[in-house]
């Protein structure tokens, strides 16, 4: 099995040199299946990512959700290495965060224990939920803080399934993988 550097690297070159338009039409196929979950329809609070990087693109997820009357958060990154869930209200101004990704410029938190749903990014995944990130552990150190009725997602395009992922006991899964 190759080790989480190389899995890392090879998939994130993978994502980048995607196409935009192959992106785009597995990100809505990705969001199809997403708001047709049961999970989905009756969650209040969901947790999505802003996308960067070749990630599956959440931006029409979060509008729609929002328009359906979701309360919306986005993960923020702090600089003690954990993370916090901040509300995402229609028509925030966004900025850089300590990593690169976008994050409110006003920060508003709700609690870890508010969250019914929580869509996550990976570099890789496999079927049993194990998720490969970034190397921080920020979604491992989050997921394993949720309460027992949240429900987390992975988000991914199908090349980033993998037939095993390497992981350790600080490794948390997620719970559903929903994948195109």
Avoid: W
Avoid at 48 to 58: A, K, L, M, R, W
Wanted: net charge positive; aromatic share 8%.
């Amino acid at each position: 099995m190759l080790n989480k550097v190389r899995i890392r690297t090879k998939m994130l070159l993978k994502l980048r040199i995607q196409k935009e338009e192959d992106r785009n039409r597995k990100s809505s196929i990705i969001k199809r299946k997403l708001f047709n979950t049961a999970i989905f329809k009756k969650a209040k609070n969901v947790m999505f990512y802003i996308s960067f990087d070749g990630e599956v693109d959440t931006q029409n997820m979060i509008k729609e959700a929002q328009k359906l009357g979701k309360i919306v958060t986005v993960p923020v990154c702090r600089k003690n290495r954990n993370m916090k869930a901040c509300l995402l209200k229609d028509g925030v101004r966004l900025k850089k965060g300590l990593y690169g990704t976008q994050e409110p410029a006003v920060k508003d938190y709700l609690s870890v224990d508010s969250l019914d749903l929580v869509l996550v990014p990976g570099v890789a995944f496999d079927k049993k939920g194990a998720r490969l990130g970034r190397g921080k552990g920020f979604y491992d150190r989050f997921l394993a803080k949720l309460p027992a009725k949240a429900t987390s997602i992975g988000l991914a395009f199908r090349q980033q399934i993998l037939p095993a992922i390497p992981s350790t006991v600080n490794d948390t899964r997620v719970h559903k993988l929903i994948f195109a």
